[in-house]
T-cell receptor, first 109, second 114 residues
Framework: GQNIDQPTEMTATEGAIVQINCTYQ??????LFWYQQHAGEAPTFLSY??LDGLEEKGRFSSFLSRSKGYSYLLLKELQMKDSASYLCAVMDSNYQLIWGAGTKLIIKP | ETGVTQTPRHLVMGMTNKKSLKCEQHLGHNAMYWYKQSAKKPLELMFV???????ENNSVPSRFSPECPNSSHLFLHLHTLQPEDSALYLC?????????????FGEGSWLTVV
């Protein structure tokens, strides 16, 4: 079966750095997405990786290793507004998005 | 504002009621989706329309009935629902179905079945 694993919840301190991991087993691979979802709001697109390596976008970076079936989202200089759930999703060979259950990130002052 | 608008934002309905959720996208996209989001569970894809044609129906019970009259509008008709259908229903759109197409979500419709 297809599976996406990410931690259920993480806690970090304002101003610090946090890494949210995502591992996947899917039938084929056509890219990996990260979304941010604040409570009661729509998931919003953060990043898309299809090749191995690191993609940097301001305070957020996303890394992909296809051989290891592994990605992480790195958030730097954490702010209170970064408190949200972070969703990892992989597009399989049928162009279906397989979603993880999300990681709830709690930022403490 | 994500460019995908859903109404109503909140809906409470009895198990014998018939109601509809509406979605409209202003992004010029050709693919639209319905997802179900339950607490602490992955997003569940329900239906996909690509250029107004239904391309995916993920074994969704017939009490959920989608309608896509054009590329900008998507409906989810609800009837004789069960309490376990209570969830957040998210509409989304993308340029097309397929690799590299980022999907954009609406704010969702919170559904409670009593």
């Amino acid at each position: 079966g297809q599976n996406i694993d990410q931690p259920t919840e993480m806690t970090a301190t304002e101003g610090a750095i946090v890494q949210i991991n995502c591992t996947y087993q899917t039938s084929g691979f056509n890219g990996l997405f990260w979304y941010q979802q604040h409570a009661g709001e729509a998931p919003t697109f953060l990043s898309y990786n299809v090749l191995d390596g690191l993609e940097e976008k301001g305070r957020f970076s996303s890394f992909l290793s296809r051989s290891k079936g592994y990605s992480y989202l790195l958030l730097k200089e954490l702010q209170m507004k970064d408190s949200a759930s972070y969703l990892c999703a992989v597009m399989d060979s049928n162009y279906q998005l397989i979603w993880g259950a999300g990681t709830k990130l709690i930022i403490k002052p | 504002e994500t460019g995908v608008t859903q109404t109503p934002r909140h809906l409470v309905m009895g198990m014998t009621n018939k109601k509809s959720l509406k979605c409209e996208q202003h992004l010029g996209h050709n693919a639209m989706y319905w997802y179900k989001q339950s607490a602490k569970k992955p997003l569940e894809l329900m239906f996909v329309y690509n250029f107004k044609e239904q391309t995916e129906n993920n074994s969704v019970p017939s009490r959920f009935s989608p309608e896509c009259p054009n590329s900008s509008h998507l409906f989810l008709h609800l009837h004789t629902l069960q309490p376990e259908d209570s969830a957040l229903y998210l509409c989304a759109s993308s340029q097309e179905e397929g690799a590299g197409n980022t999907i954009y979500f609406g704010e969702g419709s919170w559904l409670t079945v009593v």
